[in-house]
T-cell receptor
Framework: EDQVTQSPEALRLQEGESSSLNCSYT??????LFWYRQDPGKGPEFLFT???AGEEKEKERLKATLTKKESFLHITAPKPEDSATYLC????????????FGKGTSLLVTP | DSGVTQTPKHLITATGQRVTLRCSPR?????VYWYQQSLDQGLQFLIQ???????AKGNILERFSAQQFPDLHSELNLSSLELGDSALYFC?????????????FGQGTRLTVV
C-alpha cells in the first residue's frame, strides 16, 4: 500500500542545535513531494515542493532535499519560532489531484 | 492570512445531528479541497471540487457530502454525527485542478460532537 511515513514523531532541540526530519514514501509515480508547516490550531502553511530526485530548496534556516525514496528537511541553527509540526505530503500519478499527507513531526526548539 | 476563509471556527453539536461547514477559497482559485485532521489519523483527504464539479474523492463517508457553488464557495455537510467525527476540518484552495502547485489552507473548523 502506498504510504508516507515521517520520523521522528517528535523532536526536541536546543536553540542552535541543527537536525533533520525524515519523510519516506512508497508511492508509484511521484509527481511531487511537499513540505508544510503547521502551528497549533492553524492550517498548514506551504514551505516547499520538490519534483525530482536530487532537487534541493532552501528558505531561511530550512533546506529540503529529495531522493528516490525519501526527503529530508534540514533545520540549521533553529530558533524557538521554528517550533511547529512539519508535514510531508506526496502527489502521485494515480492519486488524482490531492495531496497524501504523513502524520508529521512535532518540533520543539527551546531557548 | 492565506486568503481561504472557513466558518465557523468552532462547532459543538450532539450525536445524530447535522452540520454545515463553509469555505470561501482565495480570490481566483477554482479548486477547493476538504481534509479531516484527527490526532491519530493525521490529515485525510475527503473530497475535491474544481469549478463547480466534483473532481476527486478520498476517504469520505457516505454520511458526508459537499458541493461547490457558482461563486466557488464550498460547503461540507456532515450528518448523523458520531463521536468519532470530532476533528479539525480544513479547506484548501488552488488555482488549477490539482495540488501540484502551492495550495493554501484555511484556519479550519474544530468540530466537537458530544
Amino acid at each position: 500500500e502506498d504510504q508516507v511515513t515521517q520520523s521522528p514523531e517528535a523532536l526536541r532541540l536546543q536553540e542552535g542545535e541543527s537536525s533533520s526530519l525524515n519523510c519516506s514514501y512508497t508511492v508509484s509515480g511521484l509527481r511531487g513531494l511537499f513540505w508544510y508547516r503547521q502551528d497549533p490550531g492553524k492550517g498548514p502553511e506551504f514551505l516547499f515542493t520538490l519534483y525530482s530526485a536530487g532537487e534541493e530548496k532552501e528558505k531561511e534556516r530550512l533546506k529540503a532535499t529529495l531522493t528516490k525514496k525519501e526527503s529530508f528537511l534540514h533545520i540549521t541553527a533553529p530558533k524557538p519560532e521554528d517550533s511547529a509540526t512539519y508535514l510531508c505530503a506526496v502527489l502521485q500519478d494515480d492519486s488524482g489531484y490531492a495531496l497524501n499527507f504523513g502524520k508529521g513531526t512535532s518540533l520543539l526548539v527551546t531557548p | 492570512d492565506s486568503g481561504v476563509t472557513q466558518t465557523p471556527k468552532h462547532l459543538i453539536t450532539a450525536t445524530g445531528q447535522r452540520v454545515t461547514l463553509r469555505c470561501s477559497p482565495r480570490s481566483g482559485d477554482l479548486s477547493v479541497y476538504w481534509y479531516q485532521q484527527s490526532l491519530d489519523q493525521g490529515l485525510q483527504f475527503l473530497i475535491q471540487y474544481y469549478n463547480g464539479e466534483e473532481r476527486a474523492k478520498g476517504n469520505i463517508l457516505e454520511r458526508f457530502s459537499a458541493q461547490q457553488f457558482p461563486d466557488l464557495h464550498s460547503e461540507l455537510n456532515l450528518s448523523s454525527l458520531e463521536l468519532g467525527d470530532s476533528a479539525l476540518y480544513f479547506c484548501a484552495s488552488s488555482v488549477g485542478p490539482g495540488m501540484n502547485t502551492e495550495a493554501f489552507f484555511g484556519q479550519g473548523t474544530r468540530l466537537t460532537v458530544v
